[in-house]
């Protein structure tokens, strides 16, 4: 079990398509694990009926020289926004537990379905996905798996349970939204690959919003060519399209220096730096320049109010005013009203700078130039003093969520490697991010990236 449970997607589908392992084995062994794992808080339900058949009908392919393909039995979690079949869809929250069934599949698990991936649960998130700490009143928080003994450090969010149930080793590959890091930071905290991909890549069918204007998904996973693996049967294509490994010479950054680097941990910067020299000296192209537009997105923010507060607030105005609300997650609650101050002319001036913004941006770059950064300015802190301190909460998951967010506002795809720790021996995570539609350029260069940094 613990041979499988450390593979990536790439190794299993070998073993898989090869016939040294077996579908069904693998799905056993995946749920031997995650009823092996002392954090109870990861998985939210289970799908033990489902994966046993989509395991034995992939056992079936593939005996038969029938696979589907790379991703034939390899097994997948979702995040709990994401519709499976007969189940209701539960955002992490209490309130939508007597909600309706649903009655088909996400869009995108039909596609992974489709490309016979086997799915065996749903994991934690935020309520709502409002959160990029991760931390959930009603389910519980999962346990950041790289946490020192004896503490209990945050996954981030909002795809905590993604990111934790990748790390842990219960998954290969756990399928996450990001609408202002949510699939990027607990990659990073938890040591592990996330890819963003550009808004609209995916059919969004049956999954639960927070965000419209800013929501994407994309994988979390153990590496780069997992990652590329999942993109392209969640758009439902047999195999990858467009990937080419870049030479060292055409490997070309811009490191920002505005605002990516405020108040970061020296451990951060270190590691951040001493991936960048090892870039460099594997060939690559690094320059440092000062964008003004990402200071003017905070400064747009603090006059007119954030996209994602307007858009929950109308998502969820009417559970607000109503008994609902003494059910949810108090901070959840206080950052979705206010959402009520924002008035629809400051919305729409918001979106009319947010446009502006992002061709003044991609301007500034040069031609196949790609933007280097931490993920994180920080490393995934402890549980316990965020919980007890509400301001602390807010502080510190604005905090979270900043160097993420503007790639969600200039609608850029990104992905985060590990490249390193700080603090307490947590993970750090270096971002590779470009502008939107970029996605098989930015895939390719992550790999090249997270060859040179081993």
Same mark, same amino acid.
């Given at each position: 079990?613990?041979?499988?449970?450390?593979?990536?997607?790439?190794?299993?589908?070998?073993?898989?398509?090869?016939?040294?392992?077996?579908?069904?084995?693998?799905?056993?062994?995946?749920?031997?694990?995650?009823?092996?794992?002392?954090?109870?808080?990861?998985?939210?339900?289970?799908?033990?009926?489902?994966?046993?058949?989509?395991?034995?009908?992939?056992?079936?392919?593939?005996?038969?020289?029938?696979?589907?393909?790379?991703?034939?039995?390899?097994?997948?979690?979702?995040?709990?926004?994401?519709?499976?079949?007969?189940?209701?869809?539960?955002?992490?929250?209490?309130?939508?537990?007597?909600?309706?069934?649903?009655?088909?599949?996400?869009?995108?698990?039909?596609?992974?379905?489709?490309?016979?991936?086997?799915?065996?649960?749903?994991?934690?998130?935020?309520?709502?996905?409002?959160?990029?700490?991760?931390?959930?009143?009603?389910?519980?928080?999962?346990?950041?798996?790289?946490?020192?003994?004896?503490?209990?450090?945050?996954?981030?969010?909002?795809?905590?349970?993604?990111?934790?149930?990748?790390?842990?080793?219960?998954?290969?590959?756990?399928?996450?939204?990001?609408?202002?890091?949510?699939?990027?930071?607990?990659?990073?905290?938890?040591?592990?690959?996330?890819?963003?991909?550009?808004?609209?890549? &995916?059919?969004?069918?049956?999954?639960?919003?927070?965000?419209?204007?800013?929501?994407?998904?994309?994988?979390?996973?153990?590496?780069?060519?997992?990652?590329?693996?999942?993109?392209?049967?969640?758009?439902?294509?047999?195999?990858?399209?467009?990937?080419?490994?870049?030479?060292?010479?055409?490997?070309?950054?811009?490191?920002?220096?505005?605002?990516?680097?405020?108040?970061?941990?020296?451990?951060?910067?270190?590691?951040?730096?001493?991936?960048?020299?090892?870039?460099?000296?594997?060939?690559?192209?690094?320059?440092?320049?000062?964008?003004?537009?990402?200071?003017?997105?905070?400064?747009?923010?603090?006059?007119?109010?954030?996209?994602?507060?307007?858009?929950?607030?109308?998502?969820?105005?009417?559970?607000?005013?109503?008994?609902?609300?003494?059910?949810?997650?108090?901070?959840?609650?206080?950052?979705?009203?206010?959402?009520?101050?924002?008035?629809?002319?400051? &919305?729409?001036?918001?979106?009319?700078?947010?446009?502006?913004?992002?061709?003044?941006?991609?301007?500034?770059?040069?031609?196949?130039?790609?933007?280097?950064?931490?993920?994180?300015?920080?490393?995934?802190?402890?549980?316990?003093?965020?919980?007890?301190?509400?301001?602390?909460?807010?502080?510190?998951?604005?905090?979270?969520?900043?160097?993420?967010?503007?790639?969600?506002?200039?609608?850029?795809?990104?992905?985060?490697?590990?490249?390193?720790?700080?603090?307490?021996?947590?993970?750090?995570?270096?971002?590779?991010?470009?502008?939107?539609?970029?996605?098989?350029?930015?895939?390719?260069?992550?790999?090249?990236?997270?060859?040179?940094?081993?």
């Amino acid at each position: 079990m613990a041979a499988t449970g450390s593979r990536s997607i790439a190794q299993l589908s070998v073993l898989l398509q090869s016939g040294t392992l077996d579908p069904v084995e693998l799905a056993q062994e995946t749920f031997d694990r995650i009823a092996g794992w002392p954090d109870r808080t990861i998985f939210i339900e289970l799908l033990e009926e489902r994966a046993s058949a989509e395991a034995e009908a992939s056992r079936r392919r593939i005996r038969e020289g029938r696979s589907r393909g790379l991703l034939d039995g390899i097994p997948v979690a979702w995040k709990d926004l994401f519709d499976i079949e007969g189940l209701p869809t539960t955002a992490g929250s209490r309130v939508l537990c007597g909600t309706a069934p649903a009655e088909r599949d996400a869009a995108v698990v039909r596609a992974l379905s489709a490309a016979g991936m086997v799915s065996v649960g749903r994991v934690n998130m935020s309520e709502f996905a409002f959160s990029g700490l991760g931390i959930n009143p009603h389910y519980g928080t999962p346990r950041n798996p790289v946490s020192p003994p004896g503490e209990h450090r945050i996954p981030g969010g909002s795809s905590s349970g993604s990111g934790v149930a990748v790390a842990a080793g219960l998954v290969p590959v756990a399928i996450g939204t990001d609408t202002g890091g949510s699939v990027r930071i607990p990659a990073a905290f938890n040591g592990i690959v996330g890819y963003k991909a550009t808004r609209g890549r &995916y059919a969004m069918d049956g999954v639960f919003p927070l965000a419209t204007s800013l929501d994407s998904l994309g994988p979390l996973c153990r590496t780069v060519q997992d990652a590329i693996w999942a993109d392209a049967a969640m758009r439902g294509l047999p195999a990858p399209t467009g990937i080419e490994w870049p030479a060292p010479d055409d490997l070309s950054f811009v490191i920002p220096e505005t605002v990516f680097f405020d108040d970061a941990e020296e451990g951060v910067v270190a590691a951040f730096e001493a991936a960048v020299e090892r870039l460099r000296a594997g060939g690559a192209k690094v320059r440092r320049a000062a964008f003004p537009e990402f200071t003017e997105i905070f400064d747009l923010m603090a006059r007119h109010g954030a996209l994602v507060t307007a858009e929950a607030y109308v998502l969820h105005r009417h559970r607000l005013g109503g008994p609902e609300a003494a059910r949810m997650d108090q901070r959840v609650v206080k950052r979705t009203t206010l959402g009520g101050k924002i008035s629809l002319s400051d &919305y729409v001036e918001t979106l009319a700078a947010r446009d502006r913004l992002i061709r003044s941006f991609e301007g500034r770059l040069a031609a196949g130039e790609l933007i280097l950064s931490p993920t994180l300015p920080h490393v995934a802190p402890r549980v316990e003093p965020l919980v007890e301190d509400d301001e602390l909460f807010f502080r510190i998951n604005g905090r979270t969520l900043r160097n993420t967010s503007i790639g969600n506002f200039l609608d850029w795809c990104g992905v985060s490697l590990p490249c390193g720790t700080g603090e307490a021996g947590m993970p750090v995570g270096l971002l590779v991010s470009s502008p939107r539609g970029s996605d098989e350029r930015t895939l390719s260069v992550a790999l090249a990236v997270e060859a040179l940094l081993g």
